[in-house]
């Protein structure tokens, strides 16, 4: 089975250009979740999503925003760019269903990230 | 005060040392422990996921936890030069639907 694939790996922006990062997660699983970690620091938790909807934000300015879709696939978006910015956008997976639909796992596979440097 | 507290390191220790790593934290709502190792660059791994207090063992590593101490460790017995990496605690209320609040990470290297 296929990991937490992250794309792109490396993005190199412009102070106030806007960027978006996407994830998919491991197949059968209905929850995503964004980090930020900064270079030295644990990852950060940006927002929540599970089954298409926003179920938790962490302290992020409205700059940054997410969805998720139907194939469970997920955006980050990062408007305006800042060189505070700069750092690994990690995604999380969560939450495995059986194919009868019972909850079997609800630990977090991260993906290997995006490394966002904003010049 | 932080929510969570992990001595950042760096700690260096010999090929077969046994390594602790620890974690403290403040919120004792936090039920769900887990250990994440990141080599250089790279995402976070799950090495363990343990709930509420107790030991759990996997091969060479071993997981406690004291919610009474509010203290979490990581035992690595028989260290390699491969484990050399940043080792992250990792914990949450529930068992999925709140973020996980984590340490600053200690970085390891095992020298051989």
């Known amino acids: 089975d296929a990991g937490v694939t992250q794309s792109p790996t490396h993005l190199i922006k412009t102070r106030g250009q806007h960027v978006t990062l996407r994830c998919s997660p491991i197949?059968?699983?209905?929850?995503v979740s964004w980090y930020q970690q900064v270079l030295g620091q644990g990852p950060q938790f940006i927002f929540q999503?599970?089954?298409?909807?926003?179920?938790g934000r962490g302290n992020f300015p409205d700059r940054f925003s997410a969805r998720q879709f139907p194939n469970y696939s997920s955006e980050l978006n990062v408007n305006a760019l800042l060189l505070g910015d700069s750092a690994l956008y990690l995604c999380?997976?969560?939450?495995?269903?059986?194919?009868?639909?019972?909850?079997?796992?609800?630990?977090?596979?991260f993906g290997q990230g995006t490394r966002l440097t904003v010049v | 005060q932080k929510e969570v507290e992990q001595d950042p390191g760096p700690l260096s220790v010999p090929e077969g040392a046994i390594v602790s790593l620890n974690c403290t934290y403040s919120n004792s709502a936090f039920q769900y422990f887990m250990w994440y190792r990141q080599y250089s660059r790279k995402g976070p791994e799950l090495l363990m996921y343990?709930?509420?207090?107790g030991n759990k063992e996997d091969g060479r590593f071993t997981a406690q936890v004291d919610k009474s101490s509010k203290y979490i460790s990581l035992f690595i017995r028989d260290s390699q030069p491969s484990d050399s990496a940043t080792y992250l605690c990792?914990?949450?209320?529930?068992?999925?639907?709140?973020?996980?609040?984590f340490g600053k990470g200690t970085r390891l290297s095992v020298i051989a």
């Open positions: 343990t709930y509420s207090s």
């Open positions: 999503y599970y089954e298409k909807e926003e179920r």
């Open positions: 990792a914990m949450s209320p529930t068992s999925g639907n709140t973020p996980l609040v």
């Open positions: 999380a997976s969560s939450f495995s269903f059986s194919r009868t639909g019972f909850l079997e796992k609800t630990e977090a596979f």
């Open positions: 197949s059968g699983h209905k929850s």
